[in-house]
Structure formats: structure tokens, C-alpha cells
């Protein structure tokens, strides 16, 4: 049972546009939603988060929206660079519920053509 | 500050063989878990500590066993090891234990059961 899917495994852009990685989830009870970026052997490393009481978090060239009626997140990445070719992976949690363990989705390879 | 460090990073073990895996958080965190990451089911939750005592466990045989230590440092244990074990395990650490905070994870260590 896939509670957080990622139905593209991979994404080509061009640098300078715009990447767009979406996330669908199907527990009610996620209310905290992460997004990592993950290089071959190492460990993910953390990009942006957001509370479901909100709907948008920015930082930087990286923005998460979340809709919360659809089960929906998204991350845009403005503008591409090529070191953001990577594998992106969304996560989400319960934390409201007492539950900080990370379901993850199955990742989007992420490429930035130069 | 510190990031999370994960030894050792590469093993070799033999089928039946126990090993014992080390992380040590980020300076201040209080929460360890544990992931495991296989080419077939993406990453997966093995348990969380929190100040010694596991507050969460995934759905994983109990060959698969940790412990976290008074310094917040955790240890985490395959017995009878098999090769489906094989895989990147991964560590991450949290400050708190108020709901919505980011984990952040080491480099992981690469488990091969031969």
C-alpha cells in the first residue's frame, strides 16, 4: 500500500526553466510534508518542508504547494541549475497524531539539461 | 555544527552473520531513526528513539533491533543476516520532539550479505 507516490520516475528540463516534481498521498493523517534530494550512495538531504496549515513555503529557488483537498504537493525549482540533478523524494508524517516516522515516496530522477 | 555520522560505510557480511551499524546525531538532537533503502521498496522505516526508548517500528522482522545510547548516540543490530538485508541503511536525527521538525540524515552505511 503506497500512502505517498510519485508517479513520474524521471523528469528531463532545461537549465534557466522551471522543474516541477509532484507528490499524491492517500493518509488523511499526514500533516507535515518534506521534500529531500538524494545523490547516488550518500544520504538525502533536506530541501523544504510545510505544515498542512499552510498552503505555500518558499526558500529560495525551491517553493512547496500543498493541496490539501487533492492530496497533492508539489515542488518548483526556479530557475534549474545542473546541480540539481538528483533524485527528489517527498516524505510525509503525522505528527499531530504522535507520528514522526517518514513515508517516502518512490523518488523522480531529476535531470537539467545545460 | 556537525552533521549526522553514520560508521562504518561499507560492509561486507556473510549470509547468518550478525552486524552491528553506529550513528551519531547532530549535536543537540535527541531523535534517532532508521531507514533502510533497497532498489526494490525505496525507503523504509525501521524504528525511532527518542532518549533511549523507541517510540516507533516499522513493519520489519525482529532480527532488526536498536538501541540509543544516554549521549543520544544509536546503534542498530541484523541478526542472521540474509541477502535480501543488502541495502543502504540510513540514519537521521531530529531536535525535538514537537510534531514538524525536519530529519536529517548521515551517509548511510552499505550493507552487502554475501
Known amino acids: 500500500d503506497q500512502q505517498v507516490k510519485q508517479n513520474s520516475p524521471s523528469l528531463s528540463v532545461q537549465e534557466g526553466r522551471i522543474s516541477i516534481l509532484n507528490c499524491d498521498y492517500t493518509?488523511?493523517?499526514?500533516?507535515?510534508f518534506l521534500w529531500y534530494k538524494k545523490y547516488p550512495a550518500e544520504g538525502p538531504t533536506f530541501l523544504i518542508s510545510?505544515?498542512?496549515?499552510?498552503d505555500k513555503n518558499e526558500d529560495g529557488r525551491f517553493t512547496v504547494f500543498l493541496n490539501k483537498s487533492a492530496k497533492h504537493l508539489s515542488l518548483h525549482i526556479v530557475p534549474s541549475q545542473p546541480g540539481d540533478s538528483a533524485v527528489y523524494f517527498c516524505?510525509?508524517?503525522?505528527?499531530?497524531?504522535?507520528?514522526?516516522?517518514?513515508?517516502f515516496g518512490t523518488g523522480t530522477r531529476l535531470t537539467i539539461i545545460p | 555544527k556537525a552533521g549526522v555520522t553514520q560508521t562504518p560505510r561499507y560492509l561486507i557480511k556473510t549470509r547468518g552473520q550478525q552486524v552491528t551499524l553506529s550513528c551519531s546525531p547532530i549535536?543537540?538532537?535527541?531523535?534517532v531513526s532508521w531507514y533502510q533503502q533497497t532498489p526494490g521498496q525505496g525507503l523504509q522505516f525501521l524504528f525511532e528513539?527518542?532518549?533511549?526508548?523507541?517510540?516507533n517500528k516499522g513493519n520489519f522482522p525482529g532480527r532488526f533491533s536498536g538501541r540509543q545510547f544516554s549521549n543520544s548516540r544509536s546503534e542498530m543490530n541484523v541478526s542472521t543476516l540474509e541477502l535480501g538485508d543488502s541495502a543502504l541503511y540510513l540514519c537521521?536525527?531530529?531536535?525535538?520532539?514537537?510534531?514538524?521538525?525536519?530529519?536529517?540524515f548521515g551517509q548511510g552505511t552499505r550493507l552487502t550479505v554475501v
Open positions: 537521521a536525527s531530529r531536535g525535538g520532539l514537537q510534531g514538524g521538525t525536519a530529519a536529517f
Open positions: 493518509n488523511s493523517m499526514f500533516d507535515y
Open positions: 510545510i505544515s498542512s496549515i499552510k
Open positions: 516524505a510525509a508524517s503525522a505528527p499531530s497524531f504522535g507520528n514522526e516516522k517518514l513515508t
Open positions: 549535536s543537540g538532537h535527541r531523535s
Open positions: 528513539y527518542f532518549s533511549e526508548t523507541q517510540r
